[in-house]
């Protein structure tokens, strides 16, 4: 085990006594053999490259394209479970939107003193362009993917919200189809809810929002192109939703109303679902150097004739330095404390703060404020003292670039090693979408895994590989393969 970290299948007392709950996994996974499992993943992974699931590493010129590593033995939360983490996902995504028309509107937060202004005015992801503007049903955040960590049997944490493009809803998909196909004995021990209707619920989610009453609104999924390191995504979803997958060049605005150039003629665009960053979205309000952006774009948008999911200007609800005051957030705008609590975090551009991280490094996670992917941080107990010295004279230069956190000992999940089964670090990313209709949590989500023995990076980027989650339906249905067969023979 870990040394520390709670086991989510085999809980503290390893394999030979599994959590009760969980005790049909961990026969299934005693009764096939290893080689058996291997053969499996190895299907699934083969599988995977053949239909181009591949995930572009930056700077790796090595391998610039290759594919998430996939784990057989999938992770599992009790229907109870789900429930409390859905229910403060809900919570947790209706503050941040709250949070996103405040601060491109009245910023009553920032007049009542609950967060500084010049964390927000003087935050590159805050976006003066879209100031004033109300996107189509007040919706900002449509798409997000709270990333969470679990430390014990119920206690479960926010790492980060991710507001802009949040990405690995297809590994989610994917990998379910592959344990289907591979592993279709666990269905029948346990009853999983389905995931594969998350790009219906996506395309009623863009329909809902669309300006003005149109039955059928037409939706696109905007890509920067194949060189993206999600473009894989990017085509799977407008393949499964129906929806035309647009570049830069199949777009132009004329009239401050946006419009697709098809072999049949124009054809007018009501709801955008772009995958292009903020400095990258219209060349004529932000960079204007962008060739991947359409001009003209927040025009229309501010006229109030496109819907954009993500919103514009969203990043800084993404900000580290903001996440640190989410639980002030979620209480302003809600009345109630946060369900889903933070990860107890230390903001750098705070004097005191800084002179306690700075004579702790070794023992905490220093992260950018505005990183992602696990670039840009320092895991303290695994960093080299040279690289501990180096972020403690950046840390110096810029502190207010900065956040830290304990190194908290994250849940493992057994996953299949050269060696065998072993205890190896998870997090998650459920998926939260907001429509005009309300706000809808998919009963599944992202676990990522570090693939390394105790390591705590799991990004995709950083090494890290993939699981299924399976949300059980129901708290009584983990039964044995025994009782399954004998039930149903």
Known sequence: MAAGAFDEIWGHGGPEDPRPEFAALSQWV???????LHRRQQSAEAAFRQLGITFAVYGDSDAAERIIPFDIVPRIFLQSEWQRLSEGLVQRVEAINAFLEDIYGKRRILAEGIIPPELVYNNDQFRPEVDGIRPPHGVWAHICGIDLVRVGPDEFYVLEDNARTPSGVSYMLENREAMIRLCPE??????VAPVDSYPDMLLATMRSVAPGN??????????PGHFNSAYYEHSFLAD????????????VVDDDIVWMQTIGGRVRVDVIYRRIDDDYLDPLT????????????????????????NAPGNG????????????EIVRFYSGGEAKLPNVETFRCREPQSLKYVL??????????????????????PTATRQQIEDFRAALIAKPHCYIAQPTLALSTV???TEAGLAPRHVDFRPFVLTGSDGVRVAPGGLTRVALQAGSLVVNSSQGGGTKDSFVLMDDGTAQSQSQSQGMTS
């Open 30 to 36: 005693a009764d096939t053999p290893s080689a058996e």
């Open 359 to 380: 004579d702790h490094l070794p023992e905490l996670v220093v992260k950018l404020v505005d990183g992602s992917g696990g670039y840009g941080m320092l895991v303290g």
């Open 186 to 191: 666990l269905f029948r021990d346990f009853r």
């Open 316 to 327: 800084i609800a993404d900000d580290k330095a903001i996440y640190s005051y989410m639980p």
């Open 286 to 309: 932000f960079r204007p150097d962008s060739m991947l952006g359409v001009p003209g774009l927040i025009a229309a948008y501010r006229a109030g004739n496109v819907a954009i999911l």
């Open 414 to 416: 057994p996953t299949l």
């Open 214 to 223: 149109k039955a059928k609104p037409v939706c696109v999924v905007l890509t």
């Open 240 to 251: 499964s939703m129906g929806v035309e997958l647009v570049e830069a060049a199949d777009l």
